[in-house]
């Protein structure tokens, strides 16, 4: 009789410790899912910021939207925009250029002439798919004094 009571202990600390692993694997599991997808965000978010400052580098060295455009334009990827001044260029996820990528950036082009010079606003957006919230924005200016022959 005893020994029977000693097993029966036995099986029920078994089956609590079973249930207490099942739940702590259970938690993990939900906390690394979330971890992935967070580690998800930042990467594209940390996409978004470079491509950001590439162009906003490429606005600062062009005097104009034609040479803004000859700048990011690579494999096809960089288009003039339809509705104002600026540049559409569309990248992959993993940043390269591709005309078909489901990255995009969008820079525009907002001169305002003083008199010693322009001076360029620009609007960088950079979307990621056909989401019209964009991932990251990053609003830049630059000045381009006159040049006098």
Do not use: C
């Not at 202990?9 to 410790?17: C, I, K, N, Q, S």
């Not at 003039?80 to 591709?98: E, K, R």
């Not at 525009?108 to 991932?135: F, N």
């Amino acid at each position: 009789m005893r020994k029977d009571g000693h097993l029966t202990g036995f099986y029920l600390e078994t089956l609590l410790m079973i249930t207490v692993f099942i739940g702590i694997i259970l938690i993990l599991t939900q906390v690394f899912g979330l971890g992935k997808v967070q580690s998800g965000r930042a990467s594209r978010l940390t996409g978004a910021v470079t491509l950001a400052e590439n162009a906003a580098e490429a606005v600062s060295a062009s005097h104009n939207v034609e040479e803004l455009a000859a700048l990011l334009n690579e494999n096809g990827n960089a288009s003039p925009m339809t509705d104002t001044a600026g540049v559409t260029a569309f990248y992959d996820t993993d940043m390269n250029p591709d005309p078909a990528g489901p990255l995009r950036l969008d820079v525009t082009w907002l001169p305002k002439h003083t008199e010693r010079g322009v001076l360029v606003s620009s609007v960088i957006l950079v979307r990621d798919g056909p989401a019209d919230e964009p991932v990251y924005r990053l609003d830049t200016a630059v000045f381009l004094p006159e040049v006098k022959p």
